[in-house]
């Protein structure tokens, strides 16, 4: 190994940071100067005792040297040694019973040595505390925003008095308004914790509704230990200013896990209105037509696993054709032969729901496939400190209002729906206008079956896709419909919206399972009271029942 | 007696009761005298089968007598079955005793190990048989009583009752999954050792329940005969046809209904609490609506509205599952499927429809 003397092993390093600051384009700061400041307050930490230990360690830290990061780390979890003969500083790991040693200042690895060839570098609890806070400071100079926000956040808890001036000038270069926002708060509670009556009252004012956690364990502990008359009071109020705004943001999160769930009902429950509400069938495979769009997702997945954004969207199509086409096989072959007998219907759709399980159980094995989620709809959505939406769950329920608006167009403006509407208002008169009843029946299925699909390619966003995923939705699908009313997609809306928010909410004091019963038991006695729905319609399934 | 001159006009009903009668006698005989070596040996795992679908054919019977005579088609029997089960299962918890894994004398294993320290305060009287009885007609019925009166005096029918009915049976499934519920949980309720002090292990007390199985079976035919034959049954097949005209000449359409479903519903129990001792199990499954479903599928393959029909339906198709679950485990949910769709479209009246046919052509 060749060791280079200290003087050329300066001017080398010398020589790299310039390198290395160069060719980052970063290089208004004088490295030398900080090279040089660096060293020197590594050769304070082998040689000071602790007060000059302290100052190294501040020393390093004011320097904007890429290694003191390394080194303070290193110092704080014990990794730091010198080496007894030449008094070099060293970083350890640990191999078998020798141990490598890297040199602190080259980063030059040199070699394997025994322990006890080597002196650890001791820190006091004091220079603990100290260094977690100088490795705090670091990392608010980092470069990457989001690093210097985490650092903040970490930051917010060891804040004192002390703390407010460095915040002070950091704030005035930071340009990130997100960490900008984090130092100000900082400051603020750097503030609080000052003797000055008139600083508090100040920093109370800035701190008036910030959501941030910290803010509120900061004013408990003031409010615990706080003697003046004023400051308490103001505290007093901006704690329950803050506590009534995140009780708020709370009640909007559950309405939005509410309104999530309730539109995975609706996308579920929908083409059943259609096919139930419109032409009085009772579709049992309903939620195998669903399944199928799931597993359509699946497998164009499988097909193209490179490109997992765009598969999900070619589903949505495909779900809908190969559902759609499903559900006319089933209309043509099967229920068409048993219009008019609603309760035969029922039996033969339910034997169809089992075939359809059954072949996907042989096809594609009865364990569970898991879809994966393209990077743009997984995440979630930080509006503030308490409130984060996640972005498959805004995306799906922003879809399920889409589907519902196409539809409803679609019933309402197009001259298909225009069919539909007239056969199911009155079947003898629609066709003796000239309307082939049969040909929209399929249709009006087909559309729901469809719809029961891209409902399924939904679903595999939020559930693993398995032979029994239909099943544990047709029977909430129903409640939907009767809920909301025979026949009125505006019932199923608001029916499943309704449906979703109210287990939410019931959802915390009683428990999931439960929340369901109670759904299920309270939409039994609802229809005893109002049998035709929320939302009753005329027509010919109206009439029937 | 009215009954028998009933039996006398249903010919179906003679043959059927005539082999029931013959079974009861012969089975046990065949299980416990004859030896094992010799070719008219029925094995105990036989009779227990047999037993099994007896009580089956008591629960199809219950089925029949909504579905066909009265025209409300209820997927949720499988909850009145299932209800008349755990009574019957919490009596054979109780008889464990300190027999079980924990030796807890008092409270039964799942309690011992989800740390429970007392009885929850619906297990107590189940230690008596005649307790646990009386429950297993009173809390089908109960349940059957309310939610009819509910349903019926709203005038829910048709496929709305049919739905309904079903996430009743789904609420109940939902709810006995939960360990907080004190059932058993998931796991349900098993691992019985002994009825009024005979062991369950035993051919002797095999044998006595499918004879208790075949009795059940025989008074719940001859109480359906006697219901759908009656003046009541009359009604019953009119409410089917046509229920407004019934209310119309000024009957309470609403009595009837309830009181033919709440019967319907303690026929169901009084299956369910046979089926539990001889199976050696009662689990949440049974309420889930797949289940309730298969008992009509029994009764529409049977045929409705004849009750031998129901109960040969029931034999047919478990006779089936048993055999397919075995031979073909893959193939047995596209049998029951195609059965359905099959069924509904091709024989709208069941296989005794077939032979009915054939009669009226001679």
Same mark, same amino acid.
């Given at each position: 190994?060749?060791?280079?003397s200290?003087?050329?092993?300066?001017?080398?390093?010398?020589?790299?940071?310039?390198?290395?600051?160069?060719?980052?384009?970063?290089?208004?700061?004088?490295?030398?100067e900080?090279?040089?400041?660096?060293?020197?307050?590594?050769?304070?930490?082998?040689?000071?005792?602790?007060?000059?230990?302290?100052?190294?360690? +501040?020393?390093?830290?004011?320097?904007?040297?890429?290694?003191?990061e390394?080194?303070?780390?290193?110092?704080?979890?014990?990794?730091l040694?010198r080496?007894?003969k030449?008094?070099?500083?060293?970083?350890?790991?640990?191999?078998?019973?020798r141990?490598?040693?890297?040199?602190?200042?080259?980063g030059?690895?040199?070699?394997?040595?025994?322990?006890?060839?080597?002196?650890?570098i001791?820190?006091?609890?004091?220079?603990?505390?100290?260094?977690?806070?100088?490795?705090?400071?670091?990392?608010l100079?980092?470069?990457?925003?989001d690093k210097?926000?985490? !650092?903040?956040?970490?930051?917010?808890?060891?804040l004192?008095?002390e703390?407010?001036?460095?915040?002070?000038?950091?704030?005035?270069?930071?340009?990130?308004?997100?960490?900008?926002?984090?130092?100000?708060?900082?400051?603020?509670?750097?503030?609080?914790?000052d003797?000055?009556?008139?600083k508090?009252?100040?920093?109370?004012?800035?701190l008036?509704?910030?959501?941030?956690?910290?803010v509120k364990?900061?004013?408990?502990?003031?409010?615990?230990e706080?003697?003046?008359?004023d400051?308490?009071?103001?505290?007093?109020?901006?704690?329950?200013?803050?506590?009534?705004?995140?009780?708020?943001?709370?009640?909007?999160e559950?309405?939005?896990?509410?309104?999530?769930?309730?539109?995975?009902?609706?996308?579920a429950?929908i083409?059943? !209105?259609?096919?139930?509400?419109v032409?009085?069938?009772?579709n049992?495979?309903h939620?195998?037509?669903?399944?199928?769009?799931?597993?359509?997702?699946?497998?164009?997945?499988?097909?193209?696993p490179?490109?997992?954004?765009?598969?999900?969207?070619?589903?949505?199509?495909?779900?809908?054709?190969?559902?759609?086409?499903?559900?006319?096989?089933?209309?043509?072959?099967?229920?068409?032969?048993?219009?008019?007998?609603?309760?035969?219907?029922?039996?033969?759709t339910?034997?169809?729901?089992?075939?359809?399980?059954?072949?996907?159980?042989t096809?594609?094995?009865p364990?569970?496939?898991?879809?994966?989620?393209? !990077?743009?709809?997984?995440?979630?959505?930080?509006?503030?400190?308490?409130?984060?939406l996640?972005?498959?769950r805004?995306?799906?329920?922003?879809?399920?209002?889409?589907?519902?608006?196409?539809?409803?167009m679609?019933?309402?403006?197009?001259?298909?729906g225009?069919q539909?509407?007239?056969?199911?208002?009155?079947?003898?008169? +629609?066709? +003796?206008?000239?309307?082939? +009843?049969?040909?929209?029946?399929?249709l009006t299925?087909?559309?729901?079956?469809?719809?029961?699909?891209i409902?399924?390619?939904?679903?595999?966003?939020?559930?693993?896709?398995?032979?029994?995923?239909?099943q544990?939705?047709?029977?909430d699908?129903f409640?939907?419909?009767?809920?909301?009313?025979?026949?009125?997609?505006?019932?199923?809306?608001?029916?499943?919206?309704?449906?979703?928010?109210?287990?939410?909410?019931?959802?915390?004091?009683?428990? !999931?399972?439960?929340?369901?019963?109670?759904?299920?038991?309270f939409?039994?006695?609802?229809?005893?009271?109002?049998?035709?729905?929320l939302?009753?319609q005329?027509?010919?399934a109206?009439?029937?029942? | 007696?009215?009954?028998?001159?009933?039996?006398?006009?249903?010919?179906?009903?003679?043959i059927?009761?005539s082999?029931?009668?013959?079974i009861?006698?012969i089975?046990?005989?065949c299980?416990?005298?004859?030896?094992?070596?010799?070719?008219?040996?029925?094995?105990?795992?036989?009779?227990?089968?047999?037993?099994?679908?007896?009580?089956?054919g008591?629960?199809?019977?219950?089925v029949?007598?909504?579905w066909?005579?009265l025209?409300?088609?209820?997927?949720?029997?499988?909850?009145?079955f299932?209800?008349?089960?755990?009574?019957?299962?919490?009596?054979?918890m109780?008889?464990?005793?300190?027999?079980?894994?924990?030796?807890?004398p008092?409270?039964?294993?799942?309690?011992?190990?989800?740390?429970?320290?007392?009885?929850?305060?619906f297990?107590?009287?189940?230690?008596?048989?005649?307790?646990?009885?009386?429950m297993?007609?009173?809390v089908?019925?109960l349940?059957?009583?309310?939610?009819?009166?509910f349903?019926?005096r709203?005038?829910?029918t048709?496929?709305?009752?049919?739905?309904?009915?079903?996430?009743?049976?789904?609420?109940?499934?939902?709810?006995?999954?939960?360990?907080?519920?004190g059932?058993?949980?998931?796991n349900?309720?098993?691992?019985?050792?002994?009825?009024l002090?005979?062991?369950?292990?035993?051919?002797?007390?095999?044998?006595?329940?499918?004879?208790?199985?075949?009795?059940?079976?025989?008074?719940?035919?001859?109480?359906?005969?006697?219901?759908?034959?009656?003046?009541?049954?009359?009604?019953?097949?009119?409410?089917?046809?046509?229920?407004?005209?019934?209310?119309?000449i000024g009957?309470r359409?609403?009595?009837?209904?309830l009181?033919?479903?709440?019967?319907?519903?303690?026929l169901?129990?009084?299956?369910?609490?046979?089926?539990?001792?001889q199976?050696?199990?009662?689990?949440?499954?049974?309420?889930?609506?797949?289940?309730?479903?298969?008992?009509?599928?029994?009764?529409?393959?049977?045929?409705?509205?004849?009750l031998?029909?129901?109960?040969?339906g029931?034999?047919?198709?478990?006779y089936?599952?048993?055999?397919?679950?075995?031979?073909?485990?893959?193939?047995?949910?596209?049998?029951?499927?195609?059965?359905?769709?099959?069924?509904?479209?091709?024989?709208?009246?069941g296989?005794?429809?077939?032979?009915r046919?054939?009669?009226?052509s001679?």
């Open positions: 190994m060749i060791l280079l200290s003087r050329w092993r300066s001017c080398l390093l010398c020589f790299l940071t310039i390198m290395s600051l160069v060719s980052f384009g970063v290089a208004p700061c004088p490295a030398s900080d090279t040089t400041l660096f060293e020197q307050g590594a050769h304070q930490l082998v040689h000071g005792n602790f007060r000059q230990k302290e100052a190294a360690i +501040a020393k390093i830290n004011a320097t904007n040297d890429p290694r003191a390394k080194l303070l780390r290193a110092l704080l979890g014990g990794k040694y080496v007894k030449d008094n070099n500083l060293v970083y350890i790991t640990k191999k078998g019973s141990v490598s040693i890297t040199d602190v200042l080259s030059k690895e040199l070699g394997t040595v025994k322990k006890r060839t080597l002196k650890k001791t820190i006091n609890n004091k220079l603990r505390s100290k260094l977690r806070e100088e490795l705090a400071l670091l990392a100079r980092s470069p990457d925003p210097r926000l985490a !650092a903040v956040n970490k930051l917010m808890s060891s004192s008095p703390s407010a001036k460095i915040l002070e000038k950091l704030i005035t270069t930071e340009t990130n308004s997100k960490v900008r926002q984090g130092l100000l708060t900082a400051r603020a509670i750097a503030n609080l914790r003797t000055d009556d008139a508090r009252l100040q920093a109370l004012t800035e008036q509704g910030n959501l941030n956690p910290a364990n900061e004013l408990t502990r003031l409010l615990g706080e003697k003046n008359k400051v308490r009071q103001k505290a007093e109020a901006v704690l329950s200013s803050i506590e009534s705004k995140i009780a708020f943001y709370g009640l909007v559950k309405i939005f896990f509410g309104l999530s769930l309730g539109s995975v009902l609706v996308l429950a083409g059943l !209105a259609i096919t139930f509400g032409i009085g069938v009772i049992m495979a939620g195998e037509l669903i399944m199928l769009g799931a597993y359509t997702t699946y497998v164009i997945q499988q097909l193209m490179n490109s997992i954004g765009l598969a999900l969207l070619l589903a949505i199509p495909a779900a809908f054709v190969i559902s759609g086409l499903a559900g006319i096989l089933i209309e043509r072959t099967v229920i068409r032969f048993l219009y008019g007998r609603p309760l035969e219907t029922l039996l033969a339910f034997g169809i729901s089992l075939i359809l399980q059954q072949s996907v159980r096809i594609f094995s364990l569970n496939r898991s879809v994966a989620t393209p !990077a743009w709809m997984s995440g979630s959505l930080q509006l503030n400190p308490v409130l984060s996640t972005i498959n805004l995306t799906i329920l922003v879809f399920a209002l889409l589907v519902f608006a196409g539809l409803y679609l019933l309402k403006k197009s001259s298909l225009l539909v509407r007239a056969v199911a208002q009155n079947r003898s008169m +629609a066709r +003796a206008m000239g309307i082939r +009843a049969a040909k929209v029946d399929a299925f087909g559309l729901g079956s469809g719809i029961a699909g409902a399924g390619v939904a679903l595999s966003q939020l559930t693993n896709v398995g032979p029994n995923l239909g544990s939705y047709i029977i699908s409640m939907v419909v009767v809920f909301g009313g025979v026949g009125n997609l505006w019932g199923t809306l608001v029916g499943g919206l309704t449906l979703g928010v109210a287990n939410k909410f019931l959802e915390p004091w009683t428990g !999931a399972v439960l929340a369901k019963i109670l759904i299920l038991v939409i039994i006695l609802f229809i005893q009271k109002r049998p035709q729905g939302f009753p005329k027509g010919r109206g009439a029937a029942s | 007696m009215i009954i028998l001159r009933y039996l006398k006009k249903d010919t179906g009903g003679m059927t009761l082999l029931l009668a013959l009861t006698v089975v046990p005989i299980n416990l005298l004859v030896p094992e070596t010799s070719g008219l040996h029925v094995s105990t795992f036989t009779m227990t089968l047999l037993g099994k679908y007896l009580c089956y008591l629960l199809a019977i219950a029949d007598l909504v066909g005579y025209g409300i088609l209820s997927l949720g029997h499988g909850a009145f299932a209800l008349g089960g755990y009574a019957m299962g919490m009596y054979l109780r008889q464990i005793g300190s027999r079980g894994v924990y030796g807890n008092l409270l039964p294993d799942f309690m011992v190990f989800l740390n429970w320290q007392h009885l929850p305060w297990w107590h009287g189940f230690q008596w048989f005649w307790f646990a009885m009386l297993v007609i009173l089908p019925g349940l059957a009583a309310i939610f009819g009166w349903a019926f709203s005038r829910v048709g496929v709305y009752l049919s739905i309904m009915t079903q996430a009743l049976t789904y609420a109940l499934l939902l709810a006995f999954y939960r360990n907080e519920m059932f058993g949980g998931n349900g309720l098993t691992d019985f050792k002994d009825i002090g005979f062991s369950l292990q035993t051919d002797a007390t095999r044998a006595g329940l499918f004879i208790a199985s075949a009795l059940a079976l025989g008074f719940g035919y001859l109480s359906c005969l006697y219901i759908t034959r009656s003046r009541l049954g009359k009604l019953c097949t009119a409410i089917r046809d046509q229920e407004d005209r019934v209310r119309f009957y359409v609403e009595n009837i209904k009181w033919i479903f709440t019967f319907s519903a303690i169901a129990g009084i299956a369910g609490a046979l089926y539990v001792p199976v050696g199990i009662i689990n949440p499954n049974e309420f889930s609506p797949l289940a309730s479903i298969e008992m009509v599928v029994w009764v529409a393959v049977g045929g409705r509205a004849t031998y029909g129901a109960v040969a029931a034999l047919l198709v478990n089936a599952k048993s055999y397919l679950t075995v031979a073909m485990p893959d193939a047995w949910l596209f049998a029951l499927g195609s059965l359905f769709v099959l069924v509904t479209l091709l024989l709208p009246r296989i005794t429809g077939l032979l046919k054939k009669e009226a001679r």
